[in-house]
């Protein structure tokens, strides 16, 4: 995946200061994740099939 340049916020990053945010990039094949405090560090990629199947686990309730 090239460098992503369309970053968004994730809607359930947290309100106020923003102190909790995530944000997304997406190519048509992979999900780039950064934090949006330390935005030149790291970035998490994932197949976006990979990144689907991840969403929904978080969403589930622990059992």
């Known amino acids: ?4 340049t369309a970053w ?3 809607s359930y990053s947290g309100g106020g200061d923003g102190n ?5 990039a997406n190519s ?3 999900i780039a994740v950064r934090d949006s ?3 030149a560090r ?3 990629t994932f197949p976006s099939g ?5 969403i ?4 589930s309730p622990t059992r």
């Open 42 to 44: 790291a970035t998490l």
């Open 37 to 39: 405090k330390v935005p």
């Open 20 to 24: 909790g945010c995530v944000e997304i």
């Open 1 to 4: 995946m090239t460098a992503p």
């Open 28 to 30: 048509h094949t992979r």
């Open 56 to 59: 929904e686990s978080v969403k």
């Open 8 to 10: 968004r916020k994730s």
């Open 50 to 54: 990979a990144f689907a199947i991840f």
